[in-house]
């Protein structure tokens, strides 16, 4: 496995991450069904027989690959670090800052472009957007009905990357992103800490 | 061209509707790249010349397709009418509204789709939901940055309709109309009217 071929990269060190790297590209680029491991394997520069080796399928490759270089925990911890702006500001400041790093963008690019048209893709959306970082968001902070809260975030969230990253709304697409931070803080803190919420019981 | 082919529609009234309602399942189904006008004949039952007669282009057909149901002197009028609630109460009464309705729905449904993956339809999706809809009601609310404002009014309802209506986010998948009502409502005004518009002239 650790003989090099032709042109190609060999098994080992940063193969995994060639491959990771490649299949957001292909992900972000295609959608989840009209992305190939074949095609994955040529961009990473190594044999389709490693990504099978590494990933053992496609839907594994997928959710591998929309790992966000973020985690939750870290998230909330700097959420809820001392300091100035409310819950709202800081939620945004954050969300907004992941929708502009290159990499996080091309990741929540990509899984929105196949959760748009693919079923399997939306659940995998369901599954980290809301289960695992909106929720515990919510929850942390503590209002009543955190996943409805987590859910409504989330629209916001899908909403903001559709509007000024795919389908690039002007002047969305170009205002700084100190305003757009003013815009959408207050609507975050409405999410997570209004009194809206119509309880029935 | 009035001479009727086996099992297909003649030419005529109503085949122009057809091939409407063929177009927005096929665009709603598929998204705009992989929808084909052969496609679209076959679900209308015509001859796929009829379709060209009548359309010219894929394009065509696309922009015909989705002009939505409702116009946006209809809307603005309703919006302005005299009763009571706020302006951003109106408008996520009506926003909410036109995404339950399964025709509207369809229609919008089909152009999120095709808009996040195909920069063809994205181009088509500012046109129509901001340009045609949103900017017009931006401006007879009368704040200033009315584009921006309409930009931002945007990413809610093209995330609401994402994470009520494709990616069904729970629970804000099967909450009632009058609970997404109240909790987008402050979002629209907000977006509308507030005072966040960072002008550094």
Known sequence: ?????????PAGSGTREAIINAARQQFGEFGYRRT????????????????LHYFGSKKQLFLESV????????????LFEPGPGSIGERAAEMLVGILEDPTTQRVIVGLIRAAASEPEAAQLVREILTERILTPLAESVGGDHPELRASLMATQVVGLA???HIVKLDPLATASRD????????VFEHYLT????????
Chains 1, 2 share one sequence.
């Open 1 to 9: 496995m650790t003989k090099p071929r032709r042109g190609r990269r």
């Open 36 to 51: 190939t491991l074949r095609g994955v394997a040529r961009i990473a520069g190594v044999d389709p027989r490693l990504v």
């Open 67 to 78: 790992e966000l270089p973020i985690d939750s925990d870290t998230l909330l911890a700097h």
């Open 162 to 164: 559709m509007g000024r």
């Open 179 to 186: 305003q757009v931070v003013r815009a959408v803080a207050p």
């Open 194 to 201: 209004g009194s809206w919420v119509d309880d029935p019981s």
